[in-house]
C-alpha cells in the first residue's frame, strides 16, 4: 500500500482557488492511479478527478469540469489538485486517493488506500 498525505487546504472566499497536494510515499508511485474524492457533511463521499499513471489522461466530475485540474509528478511522488472558481457546494474533507484499478476510479470502492484528509471551506 502506498501512504497518503495532503496539503493545502483552507478558507477561500467564493470565486477564489487554492490547490491541494498529496505527497505518496514508496518507489511504486507511478503504478498508481491516482485521484480525489470529496466528503460533505451528511453526504456520501464523491468523485472528484482521476489521473491516469502516467499523467496522460485526467478524468473530471461535471461539477467540477473546467474549474478543476488535476496533474501528478511521478518524480516527486505527489498529485496535485488546482482549484478555481470555487462555489460553497465545493465545501467539504478532500481526500487523496490511490487505486491499482485503471482510471477512471469514480466510486470509493475501487480506492485501495486513502489520504486523511484535508478540509476545503468556501465563503459566499
Do not use: H
Not at 501512504?3 to 511504486?28: H, K, P, W
Not at 498529485?79 to 467539504?92: F, G, H, I, R
Amino acid at each position: 500500500q502506498v501512504q497518503l498525505v495532503e496539503s493545502g487546504g483552507g478558507l477561500v472566499q467564493a470565486g477564489g482557488s487554492l490547490r491541494l497536494s498529496c505527497a505518496a510515499s514508496g518507489r511504486t508511485f507511478s503504478s498508481y492511479t491516482m485521484g480525489w474524492f470529496r466528503q460533505a457533511p451528511g453526504k456520501e463521499r464523491e468523485f472528484v478527478a482521476a489521473s491516469s499513471r502516467s499523467g496522460g489522461n485526467s478524468y473530471y466530475a461535471d461539477s467540477v469540469k473546467g474549474r478543476f485540474t488535476l496533474s501528478r509528478d511521478n518524480a516527486k511522488n505527489t498529485v496535485y489538485l488546482q482549484m478555481n472558481s470555487l462555489k460553497p457546494e465545493d465545501t467539504a474533507v478532500y481526500y487523496c486517493a490511490a487505486s491499482s484499478f485503471c482510471p477512471p476510479i469514480r466510486s470509493p470502492t475501487d480506492i485501495g488506500s486513502w489520504g486523511q484528509g484535508t478540509q476545503v471551506t468556501v465563503s459566499s
